[in-house]
């Protein structure tokens, strides 16, 4: 936002001195020389430049600068104002590369002078370029000249380091600066915003106004961005005022660093309302809705404006396409999603890393993993968004092996890994009870320092409790810090997954004696522990905690544990009632649950209705078929039964067999009842022939076999 501002300041400046350089033309021309034929030689070439000069201005200003580099090529003579002209054109188009060539040809000449405004875009180029060798050698010839001291200058050098990430050098340049201006002060509150130090950006913006220093839109929007990302609504109210005071509140960037300001503290009444007092709002301006609306769950919402935008004839940009097609994945529409696929494609947008990285976490969520990893594949450049995606939608998946492999070619690439990727690949090897993959992951973890992170520490012990490993899970637990409600969620999800249901109730009543403070996922934790051990009424104490207490809507899945809980009470038309009953839509998962509790309690009728409601959601489920016919044979009721099995031969319905697998030498292997596919069966199938007979020779004989073996 700075860097746009410098083009128009520079152009102005350049303007005015090609009016200087053509003022002192008129001097010269005024002025009377002894020898009347040496200024008849002089005469011609300094007006030709000044012409030349304008037309290679108007070239650079209309993009052609193929056209401007050819004239410039062919000039006779060049004169700054040539080579400023045409370095700025190429600053100006972003193609710093060439613009850092050309200065470098210009610097070595010995007939031109090297000045601030030069000297500027050549610091400029470098911050583009995140080429801070090159900047660092300009500042220090800055220094060595003296150039520094040009507030135009001082403000390059600033801008520069604040764009390769060089915060503390930038802030140290801005301190020392003589005179500072506008650009100066909205140049280090950007870096520091953008960097993340959002606090101490407010805090020069603060002395800015102290200083009595003239704002801008650039200046206030960035302050707004700040008070968003602190979520400081009474500090963004009051800047809110000051531009409205300015008169710069309707301006595009103002409105939209407002609108957005108010949707990220909460208050979307007013982010919505900014926007529609929009006179014309901008693809940002649209952007930063259709983002506020994914970010806040409200996708369709944000969908809608989406075809709307479209309406207005706005042009989305990469950033646009990329929200729209994060709402599609929190949505999991693969249909909307391959539209908007080619939307892009069409758009020429896909080589975007916002929106590749989009595109691979919609196919990831959809299930289609493969197309997640071709996308992947075929990009020119990742970032580490890219590789914690790739990971996260392999692991989502449940596959392990693929997802480790992906961390260990990320590593080899030089991209450090994320507390997300390891998290991802963690919570895969718990899922899949890798408990040697989790450990390398752990040892990984510690090595980089990131095992302290919120994340890390919950998949760690997420995974070594899913892994059986319940006292190394307490031990990392233990060693946590009592400011963290995800590592207490994890251990209490912990122990109800190991029937250690009391010790996830007592830990769960800890909570509050620490500072702490439920989420929801947390109740789900302590009211599956209350499901586990058949403590109904702690059960409803603890549901009804959740909105009276914590002001906590149960969702879906808070509703999933009650039903179970009434299930395993034998409460199972109070559980038919409740399921009935739910503000959600009713799903398979939670007649499932009613159609297994039916059959082991031999409720035919009960048991009939669940399978009913499962067989309409899913007509072709086999576990529902099959369940129903052993709860109608278990009753006697036989040639209901057979109606089933019949039912089930008619539309071809088969039971898909159980997966099992084991993980010998880095390598897992999965199989099925009777599977005879693994290329060692053989020998596989002849050692179960030893251990099914019970003979004390052939223990003795297959002791000497696995002897061998591992010698």
Not at 620 to 648: F, P, Q
Request: some cysteine; hydrophobic content about 40%; proline content about 2%.
């Amino acid at each position: 936002m700075v860097l746009s501002l410098r083009p128009l300041i520079t152009r102005r400046l350049y303007t005015k001195s090609c009016f200087a350089y053509a003022d002192s033309v008129d001097i010269l021309l005024s002025e009377e020389h002894k020898d009347s034929t040496t200024q008849n030689q002089h005469e011609p070439m300094q007006i030709n430049m000044l012409e030349l000069n304008s037309q290679l201005r108007n070239l650079t200003k209309s993009g052609d600068l193929k056209s401007a580099r050819d004239m410039f090529d062919a000039l006779p003579h060049r004169d700054e104002i040539s080579w400023t002209t045409m370095i700025s054109g190429y600053v100006n188009a972003s193609d710093s590369s060439e613009a850092l060539s050309l200065f470098s040809k210009m610097w070595v000449l010995p007939s031109i002078r090297m000045d601030p405004f030069i000297l500027s875009l050549a610091l400029k180029a470098c911050g583009l370029n995140v080429d801070v060798n090159c900047g660092q050698t300009l500042h220090g010839y800055s220094v060595k000249t003296g150039l520094l001291n040009s507030v135009f200058v001082g403000s390059a050098v600033l801008d520069m380091y604040m764009k390769n990430g060089r915060v503390f050098e930038g802030c140290r340049v801005f301190d020392d600066m003589p005179l500072r201006n506008v650009v100066s002060w909205t140049a280090i509150i950007t870096g520091l915003v953008r960097a993340g130090f959002n606090s101490r950006g407010l805090f020069y913006f603060a002395n800015m106004w102290r200083d009595n220093v003239d704002y801008d839109s650039y200046t206030f929007a960035i302050a707004l961005k700040a008070c968003a990302d602190l979520e400081l609504l009474n500090y963004g109210r009051e800047i809110h005022a000051r531009t409205m005071k300015k008169g710069v509140d309707t301006t595009s960037y103002v409105a939209n660093s407002l609108a957005a300001m108010y949707n990220k503290c909460g208050k979307l009444i007013y982010g919505s309302r900014m926007f529609q007092n929009m006179s014309k709002p901008d693809v940002v301006s649209w952007t930063s809705i259709i983002t506020t609306y994914v970010q806040t769950g409200q996708e369709k919402l944000g969908i809608v404006s989406f075809k709307r935008m479209r309406e207005c004839d706005v042009c989305p940009n990469e950033y646009t396409c990329a929200a729209v097609i994060s709402g599609i994945a929190n949505m999991a529409r693969l249909d909307w999603g391959q539209q908007m696929h080619a939307h892009v494609s069409r758009l020429g947008l896909t080589g975007s890393l916002s929106v590749s990285n989009s595109l691979m976490t919609m196919y990831s969520k959809c299930g289609l993993s493969n197309s997640a990893s071709l996308i992947f594949r075929e990009m020119t450049k990742r970032d580490v968004i890219s590789w914690s995606t790739i990971i996260a939608g392999y692991s989502q998946e449940g596959c392990g092996e693929e997802a480790f492999e992906l961390l260990s070619w990320m590593r080899k690439e030089g991209t450090k890994p994320t507390e997300f990727a390891l998290s991802s690949v963690l919570s895969v090897s718990g899922s899949m009870a890798v408990l040697d993959q989790g450990r390398q992951i752990h040892a990984y973890a510690l090595t980089v320092g990131l095992d302290q992170t919120a994340l890390v520490r919950s998949s760690l012990i997420n995974m070594y409790a899913k892994c059986g490993s319940i006292k190394e899970a307490e031990k990392i637990f233990s060693a946590s810090e009592n400011d963290d409600i995800v590592s207490w969620t994890a251990m209490i999800n912990g122990y109800a997954e190991h029937g250690d249901s009391q010790e996830a109730i007592n830990l769960f009543e800890k909570i509050v004696h620490v500072g702490l403070r439920p989420d929801s996922i947390t109740f789900i934790g302590v009211l599956s522990a209350c499901s586990h051990v058949g403590l109904l009424d702690l059960g409803f104490h603890y549901f009804e905690s959740m909105t009276k207490d914590y002001k906590i809507n149960p969702c879906k899945e808070h509703y999933g544990c009650m039903i179970d809980l009434l299930c395993r009470a034998g409460k199972l038309s109070e559980a038919e009632n409740m399921i009935r009953t739910m503000p959600f839509e009713r799903d398979d998962v939670v007649w499932s649950t009613l159609l297994r509790a039916s059959r082991e309690q031999g409720n035919v009728e009960c048991g009939r209705v669940a399978a009913e409601q499962i067989l309409r959601l899913d007509p072709d489920c086999a576990g529902t078929h099959i369940a129903l016919a052993n709860i109608y044979a278990s009753s006697g009721k036989w040639r209901e039964a057979a109606d089933v099995r019949k039912l089930m031969k008619s539309r071809g319905v088969i039971k898909e067999p159980g997966w099992s697998w084991i993980k010998i030498k880095e390598k897992v292997s999965a199989f099925v009842s009777g599977d005879k596919s693994h290329p060692q069966c053989e020998e596989i199938y002849s050692l179960l022939e030893l251990i099914a007979s019970k003979d004390e020779l052939v223990f003795q004989e297959l002791a000497s076999i696995l002897h061998v073996a591992q010698g």
